[in-house]
Structures are given as structure tokens and as C-alpha cells.
């Protein structure tokens, strides 16, 4: 427990560093479930690093998107709080997109290729960009 106690007293960054860590494990499942040959074929160093690219990613764009909507203005680092809020927010979204993808996939037998995943799970930051700057252009 003392690894907690270490995390809890460093600074922001990184907390949300390690925060952003957590959907890493999950971009690593994604990639065995939906493209089992890429996974066979490729290293376990590149998988990870793909893994924790992706994770990143998303983290820091989900992030910027939370940062842009203003509501953590009144905090000291406004960014870091933004990052591991986007990151506990992305865990809930990754978790249950591949719960229903895979489940779709397993029930009707039509899988869904791992780049039209990543394409969907995309979608989600370029949707709140555009209704972002959407509703930035008409106040």
C-alpha cells in the first residue's frame, strides 16, 4: 500500500500520468480481441507501446476537450485535473464500446475490425470538438 501512499503525495503530473496508465491495459485487450493476427504476429514491446500511444492519445485530446468546455478554471493547473478526469471518463467509454462491440461481434458473427473500432472510438473527441466550437461560435 505504500505504492498508493507514494502516488497520492506526488505532484499533479504524476498523478495523471499514471492515471492516463489505466486504459493502456484495456487498448491491449482491444488489439487481442479485434485483430488477433496483428497480436500474433507482433511483438509483446510493440503492443505495449502501441497500447500506451493510443492511451495517451486520448487521454491528452479528452483532456484538452474538458479543458476547452472551461468548467476547471478555478483550479491551480487546470490541465492536469482535465487529464485525469478525461481518463477515469475514457475508461468508462473504452470499457463498455469494447464490451459491445465484442459482444455484437460474438452473438451475430460479424466482427468488427480493430481500425473501425479505433475510428469509433475516435469519433467521441472529434463530436465534442465540433459541438464545442459550435456553441464557443454562438456566445
Same mark, same amino acid.
Given at each position: 500500500m505504500s505504492y498508493l501512499k507514494d502516488i497520492?503525495?506526488?505532484?499533479?503530473?504524476?498523478?495523471?500520468?499514471i492515471v492516463s496508465l +489505466?486504459?493502456?491495459?484495456? #487498448? /491491449? +485487450?482491444s488489439i487481442f480481441l479485434l485483430n488477433h493476427e496483428f497480436y500474433k504476429s507482433t511483438d509483446?514491446? &510493440?503492443?505495449?507501446?502501441?497500447?500506451c500511444v493510443l492511451s495517451f492519445i486520448s487521454v491528452i485530446s479528452l483532456g484538452l476537450i474538458i479543458l476547452m468546455d472551461g468548467d476547471l478554471k478555478e483550479n491551480?493547473?487546470? +490541465?492536469?485535473?482535465?487529464?485525469?478526469?478525461?481518463?477515469?471518463?475514457?475508461? &468508462? #467509454?473504452?470499457? +463498455?464500446l469494447l464490451f459491445i462491440t465484442y459482444s455484437i461481434g460474438f452473438l451475430f458473427n460479424s466482427y468488427t475490425?480493430? /481500425? /473501425? /473500432?479505433i475510428i469509433i472510438y475516435f469519433s467521441i473527441h472529434i463530436v465534442a470538438i465540433v459541438i464545442e466550437l459550435s456553441s464557443k461560435k454562438k456566445n
Open positions: 497520492q503525495e506526488s505532484n499533479e503530473f504524476l498523478k495523471a500520468f +489505466l486504459i493502456a491495459p484495456f #487498448w /491491449y +485487450l509483446t514491446s &510493440i503492443l505495449i507501446v502501441l497500447s491551480k493547473d487546470p +490541465l492536469l485535473s482535465s487529464i485525469s478526469m478525461s481518463a477515469y471518463i475514457l475508461v &468508462i #467509454w473504452k470499457s +463498455l475490425y480493430l /481500425y /473501425y /473500432y
